[in-house]
């Protein structure tokens, strides 16, 4: 089966970096999702690591490492408009699978 | 294109009803997902298509649960009969494989609300 851990809640300041981590395990493995949901909202894609490294998109940036089950969203400039949850998902066999997802809180 | 469109976007029904939530697809995705979410269980995939043809359905709850794709755009997810414990918000979501990049685009949810 496939499992993702994340940590449940993160806490920063305006303007600080935050990172939030995914281990997973799965099987059939093709990359690694991050995705934003506001309360009440819809999730919205963030980036995708197929291999490992880093991609940067703007102020968000996303690392994978294959051989460690790991990946990690960071944050750059936090903004109080950062405030969501962030959902790591593998993409396994074009299965999305979801964890439970971090609750930020950006604080003034 | 209007993004993935489900209706109703909010339901109340009595237990024993049957319900149903539609899905419109963005036009030329081949992969549609449907998800639960609630506070307790996160985000769960119920069941996933390719071209219109179900694929896994491991993640449908129980036989009350059902879910049909008659053609490319257009999907349902059915709950017969209804019970409080189905509660949740429920997405469709809709990709494409034509790129690397394996975006998923999620409409605005069904949340439904069983009494």
């Known amino acids: 089966g496939q499992s993702l851990e994340q940590p449940s809640e993160v806490t920063a300041v305006e303007g600080a970096i935050v990172q939030i981590n995914c281990t997973y395990q799965?099987?059939?493995?093709?990359?690694l999702s991050w995705y934003q949901q506001h309360d009440g909202g819809a999730p919205t894609f963030l980036s995708y690591?197929?291999?490992?490294g880093l991609e940067e998109t703007g102020r968000f940036s996303s690392f994978l490492s294959r051989s460690d089950s790991y990946g990690y969203l960071l944050l750059q400039e936090l903004q109080m408009k950062d405030s969501a949850s962030y959902f790591c998902a593998v993409d396994s066999s074009y299965k999305l699978i979801f964890g439970s997802g971090t609750r930020l809180l950006v604080r003034p | 294109d209007a993004g993935v469109i489900q209706s109703p976007r909010h339901e109340v029904t009595e237990m024993g009803q049957e319900v149903t939530l539609r899905c419109k697809p963005i036009?030329?995705?081949?992969?549609l997902f449907w998800y639960r979410q609630t506070m307790m269980r996160g985000l769960e995939l119920l069941i996933y298509f390719n071209n219109n043809v179900p694929i896994d359905d491991s993640g449908m709850p129980e036989d009350r649960f059902s879910a049909k794709m008659p053609n490319a755009s257009f999907s349902t997810l059915k709950i017969q009969p209804s019970e409080p414990r189905d509660s949740a918000v429920y997405f469709c979501?809709?990709?494409?494989?034509?790129?690397?990049?394996?975006?998923?685009?999620f409409g605005q949810g069904t949340r439904l609300t069983v009494v």
């Open positions: 036009s030329g995705h081949d992969y």
């Open positions: 979501a809709s990709k494409g494989t034509q790129t690397m990049n394996t975006e998923a685009f």
């Open positions: 799965t099987s059939g493995f093709y990359g």
């Open positions: 690591n197929a291999l490992d």
